[in-house]
């Protein structure tokens, strides 16, 4: 009788530390999976070359608007959407919702991050050369 209660216990005893084992595994998985805030959303594949105004457009961008829409225009999670995305389209979003976007700022509508604010500092000239920067990533990118 009392072997049987040392196993038991020993099979409990094992067991139980099994379970904590994996779900320690589980939470470490989950953690391991879980993009953090600021994390890049797309994989940008960039071009070989740029054009003139793109390579403006690429200084332009990074002075201005990679501080949320992250590094190549690839998104930060938790805090702005990639640009280099097929809603940002041409045939979905032409030049001008970046004007105006930049201008006016934008109320959220595609993304839950939240309303862009006015970009200060930058001009419709500025602006075009982002563009430019932004389309030449697309079409590296397979959006037309």
């Given at each position: 009788?009392?072997?049987?209660?040392?196993?038991?216990?020993i099979?409990?005893?094992?067991?139980?530390?099994?379970a904590?084992?994996?779900?320690?595994?589980?939470?470490?998985?989950?953690?391991?999976?879980?993009?953090?805030?600021?994390a890049?959303l797309?994989?940008?594949?960039?071009p070989?070359?740029?054009?003139?105004?793109?390579?403006?457009?690429?200084?332009?961008?990074?002075?201005?608007?990679?501080?949320?829409?992250?590094?190549?225009?690839?998104?930060?999670?938790?805090?702005?959407?990639p640009?280099?995305?097929?809603?940002?389209?041409?045939?979905?979003?032409?030049?001008?919702?970046?004007?105006?976007?930049?201008?006016?700022?934008?109320?959220?509508?595609?993304?839950?991050?939240?309303?862009?604010?006015?970009?200060?500092?930058?001009?419709?000239?500025?602006?075009?050369?982002i563009i430019?920067?932004?389309?030449?990533?697309?079409?590296?990118?397979?959006?037309?």
């Amino acid at each position: 009788m009392k072997k049987s209660i040392v196993i038991i216990a020993i099979l409990v005893t094992v067991g139980a530390g099994y379970a904590i084992w994996k779900g320690a595994d589980a939470a470490d998985q989950k953690t391991a999976q879980a993009p953090e805030t600021g994390a890049a959303l797309v994989e940008v594949k960039l071009p070989g070359t740029l054009s003139q105004n793109a390579e403006i457009g690429k200084a332009a961008f990074e002075a201005k608007c990679s501080a949320c829409h992250g590094a190549n225009a690839a998104g930060q999670d938790g805090v702005a959407p990639p640009l280099v995305h097929k809603i940002y389209e041409p045939g979905h979003h032409g030049d001008e919702s970046f004007q105006r976007a930049a201008a006016n700022g934008v109320r959220a509508h595609h993304w839950r991050f939240g309303d862009m604010q006015p970009v200060e500092g930058v001009t419709r000239g500025d602006v075009t050369m982002i563009i430019a920067y932004i389309r030449e990533l697309q079409r590296a990118n397979g959006i037309y």
